[in-house]
């Protein structure tokens, strides 16, 4: 199988930084896309940011525009997550995904997923 894992996560204090990566790991695949999402207790999950190799181009949540870079390896299914200038409401498991084909464009069960890295930060 595909696994997924997220490291990187932990306590920060408000406008601090931290670096999430994603490295995979089984069996060899190839994604056409890969991407990073938070999620709260009691909220839906929430798109932060993604990265389709085929051209290269990046999105971004417009929360986390400008505080957050996406960037990766797609050689190595890898991506990193540089966060910056952390805030309290950016406080979430953060799980990283992987897309095997762009026939559709919603993230979900098609898709593979980590197991979430905790992100607090503290005001």
């Known amino acids: 199988q595909v696994q997924l894992v997220e490291s990187g996560g932990g306590l920060v204090q408000a406008g601090g930084s931290l670096r999430l990566s994603c490295a995979a790991s089984?069996?060899?695949?190839?994604?056409?896309?890969m991407g990073w999402f938070r999620q709260t207790p009691g909220k839906e999950r929430e798109f932060v940011a993604a990265?389709?190799?085929?051209?290269?181009?990046?999105g971004y949540a417009d929360s986390v525009k400008g505080r957050f870079t996406i960037s990766g390896d797609n050689a190595k299914n890898t991506i990193d997550l540089q966060m910056n200038s952390l805030q309290p409401e950016d406080t979430a498991t953060y799980y990283c995904?992987?897309?095997?084909?762009?026939?559709?464009?919603?993230?979900?069960?098609?898709?593979?997923w980590g197991q979430g890295t905790q992100v607090t930060v503290s005001s």
């Open positions: 990265i389709v190799w085929s051209p290269g181009t990046t």
């Open positions: 995904a992987a897309k095997k084909t762009l026939s559709q464009t919603s993230w979900g069960p098609n898709d593979y």
């Open positions: 089984g069996r060899t695949f190839s994604s056409v896309a």
